[in-house]
């Protein structure tokens, strides 16, 4: 199918005698927000570590537009253009907001290290406009007036996306997004939503969503995979997910959709 | 609660006074009267005894200290400066203790230099300012009224009248010079800087001729550091590789530069120019050798593994293995110079002249290459080499660049040293060179060119000039390094980071200003 952006094949890693991920198949839509959540260790970050290259997989195969990018290294992943974000930020935390973005402008530009010593035209007008872009997408975070703070010295909420503003300086296609609202207050929480809806309303990326925060994940997931023990265990629409006990099971321990039941009827009844 | 500071003051007055014993046991007190009177302009001969006069001046001078730093910041001005005298005093009363020992040895004829060989009679006649038992109570004297005088002197000078004063004259002197530059025609408004440039060019090509050729030597040395250094720099402090074999990529220029033009062992004569070219490239290519297998490891296993290549280079032109091709422990003697224009380099300003010249061209490529796409992938694989991996960064290769860019700055060094010295043997690249370059860019501030200068100067300038306390160098370097540690952790001269965005936004004013005129 065309409008498959990337695809998991039977995909499985192993950390010596854990699997961490097992024989697990996705499919993600082009202009999607595809959320993929679990119990913590359900291998979440391991599987996008996986697309990502920083792993290779034992088994399966990722596919990338229908071509296969199983064992290419990180910075080539990159470059065809997916870009991540981390659960623990990982910003470049001496250098300004703008020289992190510029950083991830990184495969964008061709201008090399004699072009630098030697001013070459390329180099003049490369740098012009990776400036200008940097601000331009400053402005798109939000963080306009930060961009000279050293990153690690700008707030919580702002480092969070300012690490989606890295990420999107390398013109993505696909991006993912490793819980982009842990820690943050409601009002955070509320405007990260916002960016993430308007990147694929506006850029037209794809985003596949690592997230805890279910009030996030229901609102704006278009389609939701459930990991359990490196296992995929449901996918479906957030509706679907919510009705499922093997979900709710996951999370709440067995017995946990039964329970989840008779405390829904209570409330019925009360109500 | 007034015990409390008093009893502060005792122990900065204990303080003093063991620092002051511990400089006459190791016979610094005279070092340090020499200086004194070197400052006054009269020179000492080596092993002889500067006047009597400077080491009541030192002991002045140490007195006053003691008051100051006891006096502190805050309280009532009658306090602070019995504070001043309690730690005066505190001082003077053990230094007299000591004294009384003294003048005991001195009495008894008691000679224990077997156990402290500093501690001779002229050294311990002259700590007594030659008073015997009468400069037991001198020195109390002093220091109590020193002490006292210290403390006076800190109250009055951090006082509010004379700060406020002293803010007054810096904010002045501030706003006239900007009103006067605002005044300047707009010829030199624009052109200033260049001007300024100009000047600076015009000084770096006078001074040497007037300096002597002592000072020219030592200029010299600290400018081949400074290259060194930001060679180093591009390696350590850009791209945040731990590199401690630097002294191969010098002896990889040096050798080349001395095994093709000096008459022995094989007489290729080739000359200097094409010479140093060679030794650039054969430093990258050295660099290249280390750096394809090396460059995956991280942290400490790679500070080891080049440390490990510098031992080796170095071990290999020494060995008999390659006599025949590089002369071994002997080295290689009689180096020729360059020529320029017919003009062989004879002197040390000629050499002075080609020392700025190789400064100026490494400062304007690592300005080049910093704020470049080169550069701050470099700065990224330095923060994080997972995250810039992940953005796109191949961190094999970038590193390789640096590595070599900075060889070949290692290279020029090691030719032009080899040049200007006429020798160069194995004992020239060892791995405390390496540490040198290290220890004068982190001193100076990684990442900063003027902070590079300075730790140069400061690491190698300084200790050159400072002949008399060289046996005391790794004492005063291990000092240095850890009040540095403690005050400016950042090096001398810490580095910033560009203001990209503030330097758009008045740059997109300007536009708009100018626009605006053309509307009118």
């Known amino acids: ?271 | 609660m007034n015990s409390h500071p008093i009893r502060e003051s005792f122990q900065k007055g204990i303080v003093f006074a063991a620092i002051m014993v511990f400089m006459m046991l190791t016979g610094f007190h005279m070092i340090a009267a020499t200086l004194v009177s070197k400052i006054f302009g009269f020179y000492v001969l080596r092993g002889s005894i500067p006047e009597i006069r400077f080491m009541t001046y030192i002991h002045v001078l140490f007195g006053i200290w003691a008051g100051w730093s006891a006096s502190g910041k805050t309280g009532k001005i009658s306090t602070r400066i019995f504070r001043g005298l309690v730690a005066g005093f505190t001082a003077g009363a053990l230094i007299a203790l000591f004294d009384l020992i003294l003048n005991f040895l001195i009495q008894s004829g008691t000679d224990i230099r077997q156990y402290l060989s500093a501690l001779s009679f002229e050294s311990m006649n002259y700590f007594l300012l030659n008073l015997g038992q009468i400069g037991t109570l001198v020195h109390l004297g002093i220091y109590t009224a020193t002490g006292l005088a210290g403390s006076a002197l800190a109250v009055f000078l951090r006082s509010e009248s004379v700060q406020h004063g002293w803010q007054n004259l810096k904010s002045n002197t501030s706003t006239f010079i900007t009103r006067k530059t605002e005044t300047l025609p707009p010829f030199l408004q624009k052109y200033g800087k260049y001007l300024l440039y100009l000047i600076l060019l015009a000084a770096l090509l006078i001074l040497p001729t007037m300096w002597g050729s002592y000072l020219n030597f030592v200029i010299g040395l600290v400018g081949l550091y400074t290259i060194a250094g930001i060679g180093l720099n591009i390696i350590v402090g850009l791209s945040g590789q731990l590199v401690l074999g630097f002294s191969a990529f010098f002896a990889m220029g040096a050798y080349s530069v001395g095994l093709l033009n000096a008459p022995e062992p094989h007489n290729l004569m080739w000359g200097f120019w094409p010479a140093i070219v060679v030794a650039i490239l054969m430093a990258i290519a050295a660099a290249v050798v280390l750096g394809l297998p090396t460059m995956r490891l991280r942290g400490d296993y790679l500070a080891i593994v080049t440390l490990g290549f510098g031992e080796i280079t170095r071990i290999l032109l020494k060995s008999d293995t390659l006599i025949n091709l590089t002369g071994g422990p002997r080295g290689i003697l009689d180096i020729h110079g360059p020529t320029l224009f017919g003009k062989p380099f004879t002197s040390d300003v000629d050499y002075v002249y080609l020392i700025f010249a190789g400064v100026a061209l490494s400062i304007f490529l690592y300005n080049r290459l910093q704020d470049s796409r080169t550069g701050r992938a470099w700065l990224a694989i330095k923060e994080d080499p997972i995250a810039a991996q992940a953005t796109g960064v191949n961190l094999q290769k970038y590193k390789l660049i640096a590595l070599c860019i900075g060889a070949a700055f290692a290279g020029l060094v090691g030719g032009i040293s080899a040049a200007r010295n006429q020798f160069t043997g194995p004992n020239d690249h060892t791995l405390m060179a390496s540490i040198n370059v290290l220890s004068l860019v982190i001193v100076g501030g990684v990442n900063s060119i003027p902070g590079i200068i300075l730790g140069a100067f400061a690491l190698k300038g300084l200790p050159e000039i400072l002949r008399e306390v060289q046996n005391y160098r790794q004492l005063a370097f291990g000092a240095l390094l850890i009040v540095m540690m403690l005050m400016r952790p950042d090096g001398l001269w810490p580095s910033s980071r560009p203001l990209i965005e503030k330097e758009n936004r008045s740059q997109t004013e300007e536009n708009k200003t100018d626009e605006g005129g053309k509307d009118a």
Not at chain 1, 165 to 173: I, K, T, V, Y
């Open chain 1, 1 to 271: 199918m065309p409008d498959i952006i990337i695809e998991t094949k039977e995909v499985s890693k192993l950390f010596g005698g854990l699997t961490a991920v097992n024989m697990v198949n996705l499919e993600i839509p082009k202009y999607s927000i595809y959320s993929i959540i679990g119990p913590n260790g359900a291998g979440k970050t391991t599987l996008f570590n996986c697309i990502s290259g920083f792993y290779t997989p034992e088994t399966g195969e990722i596919l990338y537009f229908g071509e296969s990018i199983h064992g290419s290294a990180t910075d080539f992943i990159a470059s065809i253009g997916i870009s991540r974000t981390y659960q623990n930020i990982r910003l470049f935390s001496n250098l300004t907001a703008l020289e992190n973005i510029m950083v991830g402008q990184h495969t964008k530009l061709k201008s090399s290290w004699l072009d630098a010593i030697l001013h070459t035209p390329r180099f003049s007008k490369e740098n012009k406009k990776s400036r200008s872009e940097a601000i331009r997408l400053l402005k798109y975070i939000g963080l306009v007036n930060f961009g000279d703070f050293l990153a690690c010295n700008l707030p919580y909420g702002m480092q969070r996306r300012l690490e989606i503003g890295r990420a999107l300086a390398n013109e993505p296609q696909l991006l993912l997004l490793d819980e982009p609202t842990a820690g943050m207050n409601p009002h955070e929480t509320k405007e990260m939503i916002k960016l993430i809806r308007q990147l694929r309303d506006e850029l037209e990326i794809s985003i596949i969503l690592i997230e805890h925060d279910m009030r996030v994940v229901m609102d704006i997931s278009d389609q939701i995979s459930v990991l359990d023990y490196g296992k995929k265990i449901a996918e479906g629409t957030p509706k679907e997910i919510q009705a499922n006990p093997m979900v709710i099971e996951a999370y709440l321990g067995p017995g946990g959709a039964a329970l989840a039941k008779k405390y829904q009827d209570r409330r019925r009844k009360n109500a």
